[in-house]
């Protein structure tokens, strides 16, 4: 069996209160950018990735991190081949496209609807289809997971949802396919096993939210603190406190005041800037997620 080596980009920014997710299309399916690594051409996978991503759409891309490696049998379906993917994970603030490239940003949750509780619990899933999850022997599994009967809702299981879902045939991807009329419910499916990467990218981002100020790489070098907390509620999909969050950001000396105001309709606010003093101040400077709602 032949064994290929491909490279895969989760490019992740937030616009307008939303996480945003680089796609190309792909067998009429939205996909990642991806391609084959060069074994002769290229020097390093990371260089690869970077082609790749410049050739699909035109972005340069800054910091970049191995998010994981992907290497199920039959992940890619091509008879006699084995692919092994190796997924990067970039945090970038959103640029427009090129018109001569076919790349888009779309909404995370168009694909992980189930993720996006900033307005309840449950709030992406009907009566009906959670209730599905919730008998037989997967009953318990899937109350921890989807934090159901009391449970507490853990932003950081992403993967873990999308993997019960997959294994229980709701989503597009699974080997019997989503049941007629559901996958609205469980969102649009991606080519191959995207959606699966995404669903690890999201886990991967909402973790590192606690001890690492990634946010700071997606919003605009002065910002206000309602901006900021928009965003940190768009990837961790729950809302917070507003008093508490900013005394949390405030306390822990992630940002400092620019002296300026916006200049908008209505009650200017004031910005601020992330103070990148702090990175040798603690040794986890991430923002962390307050009480919620």
Request: overall charge positive; aromatic content about 8%.
């Amino acid at each position: 069996m032949e064994v290929r080596v491909g490279l895969n980009a989760l490019i992740i920014a937030v616009t307008r209160d939303q996480p945003r997710v680089m796609t190309i299309p792909y067998t009429e399916r939205a996909a990642l950018p991806f391609g084959d690594l060069d074994s002769e051409g290229d020097r390093t996978l990371e260089l690869a990735l970077r082609r790749w991503v410049r050739q699909q759409t035109e972005l340069e891309l800054g910091y970049v991190e191995q998010l994981y490696s992907f290497g199920d049998r039959a992940r890619d379906r091509v008879p006699g081949v084995r692919m092994i993917s190796i997924a990067y994970l970039a945090l970038v603030r959103e640029e427009a496209i090129s018109p001569k490239v076919a790349a888009s940003w779309r909404n995370v949750y168009d694909f992980l609807p189930w993720e996006d509780c900033r307005k309840g619990p449950l709030n992406a899933l009907n009566k009906q289809v959670a209730g599905a999850l919730n008998v037989g022997e997967m009953g318990l599994r899937s109350q921890i997971t989807f934090g159901l009967e009391g449970a507490p809702w853990d932003g950081n299981r992403a993967l873990e949802r999308y993997e019960l879902l997959y294994e229980l045939g709701l989503v597009q991807e699974s080997a019997s396919g989503a049941p007629h009329g559901t996958e609205s419910v469980w969102g649009e499916g991606m080519a191959l096993d995207h959606r699966r990467m995404l669903a690890t990218a999201l886990a991967r981002i909402r973790g590192k939210l606690r001890y690492r100020p990634v946010i700071f790489e997606m919003l605009p070098e002065e910002f206000t603190l309602l901006q900021l907390q928009k965003a940190v509620e768009a990837l961790s999909g729950v809302a917070v406190h507003k008093q508490n969050f900013r005394r949390l950001v405030e306390q822990g000396g992630l940002v400092e005041g620019t002296g300026q105001l916006t200049r908008s309709i209505g009650r200017p606010a004031e910005l601020f800037r992330f103070r990148r003093e702090v990175l040798r101040e603690r040794p986890a400077p991430g923002v962390g997620l307050p009480r919620q709602i």
